[in-house]
């Protein structure tokens, strides 16, 4: 991740006008505006790029297309969380 090191310029009577970044980061920032591929999204588990982001986006498509989801209800629903905190506590060896 790009570590921006900036410093605010004053105006005489000490309120921030303007911030100066190093070069090279400004350039870095520009590089990321014109190619936007080049963007890193960040998730709770690291680091994803745009292009595989719009790959996993695609089998979703494909499941869907294909019909290989499940609808669920408010109780549907309610049951899948149980199932999946039943199991997590199984797991941890925690008793339900």
Same mark, same amino acid.
């Given at each position: 991740m790009l570590e921006i090191r900036e410093r605010y310029v004053l105006d005489a009577t000490g309120v921030p006008i303007a911030i100066q970044?190093?070069?090279?980061?400004f350039e870095i920032l520009l590089e990321m505006l014109h190619d936007?591929?080049?963007v890193t999204l960040v998730a709770e588990d690291g680091?994803?790029?745009? !292009?595989?982001?719009?790959?996993?986006?695609?089998?979703?498509?494909?499941a869907l297309d294909e019909g290989r989801y499940a609808d669920y209800d408010a109780e549907g629903l309610q049951g899948l969380f149980d199932g999946i905190k039943l199991r997590g506590r199984s797991q941890c060896g925690? !008793?339900?």
């Open positions: 970044i190093p070069i090279d980061q936007r591929d080049a680091d994803w790029m745009v !292009e595989e982001l719009r790959e996993e986006v695609a089998i979703g498509l494909k925690i !008793e339900a």
